[in-house]
Nanobody, 122 residues
Framework: QVQLVESGGGLVQAGGSLRLSCAASGGTLRAIVGWFRQAPGKEREFVAAITWSGGDTYYTNPVKGRFTISQDNAKSTVYLQMSSLKPEDTAVYYC????????????????WGRGTQVTVSS
């Protein structure tokens, strides 16, 4: 059973940066790890994903050019480097792994972390 633990969230001013980490334990990630976010009153939405084997990356349009997803296989950790943050990036960010099907859909992912809060002040 894979456990995912997110860290690195916090409060930052608009234009600032944060790096989120997703550490996996208890098993081997074999496919894809993704980041989702959920703002108050909104649906959980896809942010980015990376293939564990080849490092192919995928992003939602609003974060392209600002966010970078990366992996450290030796540490079983996936990172989300977030730059040029905007108030609309404020949300709880969740790490998810091993989707079966559409990698952009939250319903495809089997494993989830508990989330880390990111707040961007204007």
């Amino acid at each position: 059973q894979v456990q995912l633990v997110e860290s690195g969230g916090g409060l930052v001013q608009a234009g600032g940066s944060l790096r989120l980490s997703c550490a996996a334990s208890g098993g081997t990630l074999r496919a894809i790890v993704g980041w989702f976010r959920q703002a108050p009153g909104k649906e959980r939405e896809f942010v980015a994903a990376i293939t564990w084997s080849g490092g192919d990356t995928y992003y939602t349009n609003p974060v392209k050019g600002r966010f970078t997803i990366s992996q450290d296989n030796a540490k079983s950790t996936v990172y989300l480097q977030m730059s040029s943050l905007k108030p609309e990036d404020t949300a709880v960010y969740y790490c998810a792994a091993d989707p079966a099907g559409n990698i952009y859909s939250r319903s495809s992912y089997y494993y989830w972390g508990r989330g880390t809060q990111v707040t961007v002040s204007s």
